[in-house]
């Protein structure tokens, strides 16, 4: 009779560890010349340029979604004389005030020890509901500056952002 009983036991650890697996799924690194960058392995991926434009999506049963992922764009920046902090104005003045969006939250930080400019922003549809809510994060290095964009609806943000964060914080420039 003991044999059912350890039987059980051995099949609500695998349960467990299996959700376990589920909620902490591992991490991939994904490399480009500039830099690395780190994204949960059970994300899409798609890579948008060789340079290393990609966007992650993050609930990839939900597809086709405009949110719920996180996309990177590096734009070259050599010869505009741009900091990060003129190009975050500049970023912020053609992103923002294209949209209905509401700026949360604008501040300058060191991610993975190196400057990054954050932004927190809410985009309405035009008649108050809130339809995006979007955390930008910019690096410049090397005449590149770097714009991990986060986007969810609002009812997920707060549960996806960990990953958003995570990915950021492992951001790597190779030079």
């Known amino acids: 009779m003991k044999t059912i009983p350890v039987f059980l036991a ?10 376990a697996a589920q909620d902490n799924p591992s991490w991939m690194e994904l490399s480009f010349k500039n830099y690395t960058i780190k994204y949960p392995s059970n994300t ?3 890579k948008n340029s060789q340079e290393g434009s990609f966007t ?17 764009q590096i734009n070259e920046i050599a010869g505009y004389m741009l900091d990060l902090e003129s190009y975050a104005y500049q970023f912020a003045e053609a992103y923002f005030n294209y949209y209905n969006v509401t700026i949360l939250e604008d501040r300058q930080i060191n991610v993975n020890n190196q400057p990054c400019h954050i932004f927190v922003t809410e985009r309405d549809d035009g008649h108050g509901e809130v339809e995006y809510k979007t955390r930008v994060c910019i690096w410049v290095k090397n005449n590149w500056a770097y714009n991990l964009i986060f986007s969810a609806k609002p009812e997920r943000y707060d549960e996806l952002l960990p990953i958003a ?7 790597t420039f190779k030079r």
């Open 10 to 19: 051995g099949l609500i650890i695998i349960n467990v560890a299996s959700l």
């Open 44 to 46: 899409k991926l798609e």
């Open 56 to 72: 992650i999506y993050l609930i990839p049963e939900k597809l086709p979604s405009q949110s719920d992922n996180v996309l990177m």
């Open 165 to 171: 964060t995570k990915m950021a914080e492992s951001l």
